[in-house]
């Protein structure tokens, strides 16, 4: 079987160039557009976008010419959109409506009832709202979200806690400033300096969860009922979302308990090209997870646990422009092709 014409949508930004960094040589999916805006529209990828990756542009992408980002014009079965939420509300459902599967990095249909919102390892079965979603809409095509990059990075090791019969968690974040775009945070404002705000992130944090660790019980998902509190702070590192996590169970689980839900976790995805051969890994060092050493495990895709300590509290981390943004959505794909709706 021949490769998926794929497109990304919003192209020559950060999270646009993660996209193509992770489907350039894909064994699925071909890259087949690159869409952008009218003023990068036209021009060879080489010239329209600025490449701000540690990789090297693909050269065969950089000699690719830049389309508007329309339906019409996108020769795509599947779109990964790093569009601007604004613009995503009406550009991501008129790729629905014109056939295209549409795995979306930004927010704006996340909490929207008959959209799926995936980590694939938490809540593959969330994709038969799929059927649901096109029955209402009329849509030929689909959506789907991968959630907030700091969302990620503690849902993946609550899933296997949700057994002990999870009750609430606090979580406080410290995200790297690529999570804000290469122009996101100036410098004079970040370099030694901590900023306790960042806008909207709360929210996100504080809603996203529930849905995911929720069931989909044949028309609609129904949130798991456990709350969120979190704190989100911006702090001077390049890539990598830092969480202290402090979760309340009804089991009341020790920490050798929790560590071993978490070694044990296997979500059965090992055959998706994207995924790590860990979801989960356990740290055993006293000062481990760290962003400099960790963010590159599995590629990308892993998240990192340690200081697993009664209460239960522990520190997660993971790389927020990959397993955060463009691989969520590229193993959100990978899930789709599985499930036979690529």
Same mark, same amino acid.
């Given at each position: 079987?021949?490769?998926?014409?794929?497109?990304?949508?919003?192209?020559?930004?950060?999270?646009?160039?993660?996209?193509?960094?992770?489907?350039?040589?894909?064994?699925?999916?071909?890259?087949?557009?690159?869409?952008?805006?009218?003023?990068?529209?036209?021009?060879?990828?080489?010239?329209?976008?600025?490449?701000?990756?540690?990789?090297?542009? @693909?050269?065969?992408?950089?000699?690719?010419?830049?389309?508007?980002?329309?339906?019409?014009?996108?020769?795509?079965?599947?779109?990964?959109?790093?569009?601007?939420?604004? #613009?995503?509300?009406?550009?991501?459902?008129?790729?629905?409506?014109?056939?295209?599967?549409?795995?979306?990095?930004?927010?704006?249909?996340?909490?929207?009832?008959?959209?799926?919102?995936?980590?694939?390892?938490?809540?593959? %079965?969330?994709?038969?709202?799929?059927?649901?979603?096109?029955?209402?809409?009329?849509?030929?095509?689909?959506?789907?979200? $991968?959630?907030?990059?700091?969302?990620?990075?503690?849902?993946?090791?609550?899933?296997?806690?949700?057994?002990?019969?999870?009750?609430?968690?606090?979580?406080?974040?410290?995200?790297?400033?690529?999570?804000?775009?290469? #122009?996101?945070?100036?410098?004079?404002?970040?370099?030694?300096?901590?900023?306790?705000?960042?806008?909207?992130?709360?929210?996100?944090?504080?809603?996203?969860?529930?849905?995911?660790?929720?069931?989909?019980?044949?028309?609609?998902?129904? $949130?798991?009922?456990?709350?969120?509190?979190?704190?989100?702070?911006?702090?001077?590192?390049?890539?990598?979302?830092?969480?202290?996590?402090?979760?309340?169970?009804?089991?009341?689980?020790?920490?050798? %308990?929790?560590?071993?839900?978490?070694?044990?976790?296997?979500?059965?995805?090992? #055959?998706? @090209?994207?995924?790590?051969?860990?979801?989960?890994?356990?740290?055993?060092?006293?000062?481990?997870?760290?962003?400099?050493?960790?963010?590159?495990?599995?590629?990308?895709?892993?998240?990192?646990?340690?200081?697993?300590?009664?209460?239960?509290?522990?520190?997660?981390?993971?790389?927020?422009?990959?397993?955060?943004?463009?691989?969520?959505?590229?193993?959100?794909?990978?899930?789709?092709?599985?499930?036979?709706?690529?």
């Amino acid at each position: 079987m021949g490769k998926i014409k794929a497109g990304v949508l919003g192209a020559t930004g950060a999270v646009g160039q993660r996209f193509i960094e992770g489907l350039a040589n894909h064994p699925w999916f071909e890259l087949t557009s690159l869409a952008a805006s009218e003023r990068s529209a036209g021009k060879k990828y080489s010239v329209a976008a600025k490449w701000r990756l540690e990789s090297e542009m @693909p050269a065969e992408i950089g000699e690719m010419t830049v389309v508007n980002v329309d339906p019409r014009e996108v020769d795509a079965d599947i779109v990964f959109s790093a569009l601007p939420a604004a #613009d995503a509300m009406t550009v991501e459902p008129a790729f629905a409506a014109a056939g295209c599967a549409v795995a979306s990095n930004t927010s704006s249909y996340r909490m929207v009832d008959d959209v799926p919102l995936l980590i694939p390892e938490c809540n593959y %079965e969330h994709l038969d709202i799929i059927k649901v979603q096109r029955e209402k809409r009329g849509w030929d095509g689909y959506l789907t979200t $991968n959630p907030n990059c700091t969302t990620v990075m503690f849902t993946l090791p609550l899933k296997p806690l949700m057994k002990f019969g999870i009750k609430s968690v606090h979580v406080a974040s410290m995200q790297a400033v690529s999570g804000a775009g290469y #122009d996101g945070v100036p410098s004079m404002a970040i370099l030694g300096n901590v900023i306790p705000y960042i806008g909207g992130e709360e929210e996100k944090v504080e809603t996203e969860p529930q849905k995911i660790l929720g069931h989909f019980d044949g028309e609609k998902i129904v $949130n798991a009922d456990f709350s969120v509190s979190a704190s989100c702070h911006r702090v001077p590192v390049m890539d990598g979302h830092t969480e202290a996590v402090w979760v309340t169970m009804r089991d009341n689980p020790t920490p050798e %308990e929790v560590k071993k839900a978490m070694l044990e976790f296997d979500p059965g995805l090992g #055959d998706l @090209p994207t995924s790590p051969k860990k979801a989960i890994i356990v740290k055993d060092e006293v000062d481990r997870p760290q962003p400099r050493l960790d963010r590159g495990r599995g590629n990308g895709m892993s998240v990192s646990v340690g200081r697993i300590r009664s209460g239960i509290r522990f520190i997660c981390m993971g790389h927020n422009t990959v397993r955060g943004a463009a691989g969520a959505s590229i193993l959100n794909a990978e899930l789709l092709v599985k499930k036979g709706l690529l």
